[in-house]
């Protein structure tokens, strides 16, 4: 399965844009991109996010990725952040308003903004013109599906198609997670770095939707009964219960 295949051999000119966000799946994206690719810069989004914490937990993630981990250090380049708040305003659900984390009417769940990953690939692919990068890596998952319809990789042809087409020219958008449980994503982290990743992602990466950074469990910071806490915990317990096996090869 290409996603757990072994890295290719590093190329100077393979290049790579991680979408990191400071969670526990981009932070493993930004692992796994850095094993594989010579030069590999990273992107965040600032949409009005109700938690600055995110924000913050990107920081401290990538000071950890060059200070834990020399042969990743040399190849990783400067960090963007790119103001998407006119964005989050359209969006307007309960991860940029005080509105209720729930199911809405068309099942999906109300911290779903409209096409965010559409946008934020897109700006993205600009910026990966601009700096000359091959790759856009996401953390994108169809394993744990939450709703996103933008998470699907039939979704993520499509625009890779577009942006192709539209920038004339040959991005590649990379979803290492894309068919992966969420114990199987921890299990990746195990076999890119070891337990320092291991324990870097566990109490470093931020994926809480409420923010909430208060107690450290067993599986990292959170409020623990949030959908993304949920998801994480249970992914964590999967694993252990597994006997913490790496990613089959
Ligand atoms: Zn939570």
Not at 238 to 249: L, M, N, Q, T
């Given at each position: 399965m290409t996603p757990m295949s072994d890295p290719r051999p590093l190329k100077a000119t393979d290049s790579a844009l991680v979408l990191f966000s400071g969670g526990q799946d981009s932070s493993v994206c930004l692992a796994w991109a850095l094993e594989r690719y010579a030069r590999v810069e990273t992107v965040g989004f600032d949409y009005g996010q109700r938690h600055a914490i995110e924000m913050q937990a990107r920081q401290v993630v990538l000071g950890a990725m060059v200070d834990g981990f020399p042969a990743w250090a040399g190849r990783l380049g400067p960090d963007h952040v790119l103001d998407l708040k006119g964005f989050g305003a359209i969006g307007g659900s309960a991860l940029t308003t005080d509105r209720a984390i729930e199911m809405t009417e068309r099942g999906l769940p109300s911290t779903f903004v409209p096409g965010r990953n559409l946008v934020f690939l897109t700006y993205a692919a600009?910026?990966?013109?601009?700096?000359?990068?091959?790759?856009?890596?996401?953390?994108?998952?169809?394993?744990?599906?939450?709703?996103?319809?933008?998470?699907?990789?039939?979704?993520?042809?499509?625009?890779?198609?577009?942006?192709?087409?539209?920038?004339?020219?040959?991005?590649?958008?990379?979803?290492?997670?894309?068919?992966?449980?969420?114990?199987?994503?921890?299990?990746?982290?195990?076999?890119?770095?070891?337990?320092?990743?291991?324990?870097?992602?566990?109490?470093?990466?931020?994926?809480?939707?409420?923010?909430?950074?208060?107690?450290?469990?067993?599986?990292?910071?959170?409020?623990?009964?949030?959908?993304?806490?949920?998801?994480?915990?249970?992914?964590?317990?999967?694993?252990?219960?597994?006997?913490?096996?790496?990613?089959?090869?």
């Open positions: 600009a910026l990966a013109d601009r700096r000359g990068l091959n790759a856009l890596i996401g953390g994108m998952c169809e394993t744990d599906f939450s709703g996103y319809p933008d998470c699907r990789r039939g979704t993520l042809d499509a625009l890779q198609t577009a942006l192709n087409l539209g920038m004339d020219r040959d991005f590649r958008i990379e979803t290492p997670l894309m068919y992966l449980t969420k114990a199987q994503t921890w299990a990746l982290s195990k076999r890119l770095g070891g337990q320092d990743l291991v324990d870097l992602i566990m109490s470093e990466s931020h994926t809480c939707y409420l923010g909430e950074r208060g107690k450290l469990h067993a599986w990292g910071h959170g409020c623990g009964t949030c959908p993304a806490c949920d998801l994480r915990a249970k992914g964590w317990a999967e694993w252990h219960a597994a006997g913490e096996p790496g990613a089959p090869s």
